[in-house]
């Protein structure tokens, strides 16, 4: 009755419902369960895997089995804070590994109402007033949120296009930027890559930032960590592939950290830096660092 009858998004509300499960989130406080929030990578290897004994869903699906949900409000999108354990509206850092979702209270109602009674529910829900009316009140609480979260993510990607990239990066434009976890391509991003001939796949790594130096025929991708997401073997197959797909004559590549503490942290955990790269350091911004796997050439030892 709603227009959403994939077997994904049925599966998708089931994984949902799940109360009995504790949380997958390992700083959630005592006694958190599933429904109260998951990521969608949890949702997926949750229908993939627990619901059929199969893969997990391809997390970039999630436009065709979680969008459709959250657009009409019967998910909402959430986040862990950390510091507390609990859940707080909204997705206030684009990409963290702490948003998540959860089904809102007004869609359960309905799934667990009386025979006799939900369809009562239902038409009442879908009304179009009713629609906008959740989608109002989801969206002043979600601003509530990213007022509160220090967004981190946020600031250390624009000071890559604006500090980073018109200092080493002469002659390339902005093509796509992904400050937000809606709509991962806008239309005006569309228009953008469009031009340069270059369209994002479902399959393909979302890069933080993606640039074109047009005279050149090259892509530059930026990487802004604040909690993961270095241009790992992973990111640097995928947009390697993805430029030549592009007709391109080739890409560069950037992790970008806020600090030298945090870059140190996590190489020192991860060391996923890939060879043929470049790091750069917000709170050391006048250069920047090649990442190499190959010796030094004898006129140079």
């Given at each position: 009755?709603?227009?959403?009858?994939?077997?994904d998004?049925?599966?998708?509300?089931?994984?949902?419902?799940?109360?009995?499960?504790?949380?997958?989130?390992?700083?959630?406080?005592n006694?958190t369960?599933?429904?109260?929030?998951?990521?969608?990578?949890?949702?997926?290897?949750?229908?993939?895997?627990?619901?059929?004994?199969?893969?997990?869903?391809?997390?970039?699906?999630?436009?065709?089995?979680?969008?459709?949900?959250?657009?009409?409000?019967?998910?909402?999108?959430?986040?862990?804070d950390?510091?507390?354990?609990?859940?707080?509206?909204?997705?206030?850092i684009?990409?963290?590994?702490?948003?998540?979702?959860r089904?809102?209270?007004?869609?359960?109602?309905?799934?667990?109402?009386?025979?006799?009674?939900?369809?009562?529910?239902?038409?009442?829900?879908?009304?179009?007033d009713a629609?906008?009316?959740?989608?109002?009140?989801?969206?002043?609480?979600?601003?509530?949120?990213?007022?509160?979260?220090?967004?981190?993510?946020?600031?250390?990607?624009?000071?890559?296009?604006?500090?980073?990239?018109?200092?080493?990066?002469?002659?390339?434009?902005?093509?796509?930027?992904?400050?937000?976890?809606?709509?991962?391509?806008?239309?005006?991003?569309?228009?953008?890559?469009?031009?340069?001939?270059v369209?994002?796949?479902?399959?393909?790594?979302m890069?933080d930032?993606?640039?074109?130096?047009?005279p050149?025929?090259?892509?530059?991708e930026?990487?802004?960590?604040?909690?993961?997401?270095?241009?790992?073997?992973h990111k640097?197959?995928?947009?390697?592939?993805?430029?030549?797909?592009?007709?391109m004559?080739?890409?560069?590549?950037?992790?970008?950290?806020?600090?030298?503490?945090?870059?140190?942290?996590?190489?020192?955990?991860?060391?996923?830096?890939?060879?043929?790269?470049y790091?750069?350091?917000l709170?050391?911004?006048t250069?920047?660092?090649?990442?190499?796997?190959?010796?030094?050439?004898?006129?140079?030892?």
């Open positions: 009755m709603i227009d959403r009858n994939t077997p998004t049925i599966d998708v509300v089931f994984a949902l419902m799940d109360n009995h499960n504790s949380s997958w989130f390992p700083k959630a406080s006694g369960v599933f429904s109260d929030g998951a990521t969608t990578a949890h949702i997926g290897c949750h229908v993939g895997i627990l619901q059929r004994g199969k893969g997990k869903l391809d997390r970039e699906g999630r436009d065709y089995w979680l969008k459709p949900l959250w657009e009409i409000g019967a998910v909402e999108k959430v986040f862990l950390t510091t507390t354990g609990s859940f707080l509206l909204g997705h206030p684009a990409k963290s590994s702490n948003s998540a979702y089904l809102s209270e007004s869609f359960v109602k309905i799934l667990k109402a009386p025979a006799n009674e939900w369809k009562e529910f239902l038409s009442t829900w879908v009304s179009e629609v906008r009316s959740r989608l109002k009140q989801q969206a002043f609480l979600a601003s509530q949120t990213a007022m509160e979260i220090d967004n981190k993510h946020e600031h250390l990607i624009q000071a890559t296009i604006a500090h980073y990239a018109p200092t080493f990066l002469h002659g390339y434009q902005v093509l796509y930027t992904d400050l937000t976890d809606g709509d991962r391509i806008t239309e005006a991003d569309k228009i953008c890559m469009a031009k340069a001939g369209q994002i796949d479902l399959e393909d790594a890069p930032v993606l640039l074109w130096n047009e050149g025929n090259r892509l530059w930026i990487e802004a960590v604040t909690s993961d997401g270095e241009v790992d073997y640097f197959q995928q947009l390697t592939s993805l430029a030549q797909r592009s007709g004559n080739g890409i560069g590549f950037t992790t970008a950290y806020r600090t030298w503490i945090e870059a140190a942290r996590r190489q020192a955990r991860f060391k996923n830096i890939h060879p043929e790269t790091i750069w350091i709170e050391d911004p250069k920047h660092f090649f990442v190499s796997a190959s010796p030094l050439p004898d006129s140079q030892r």
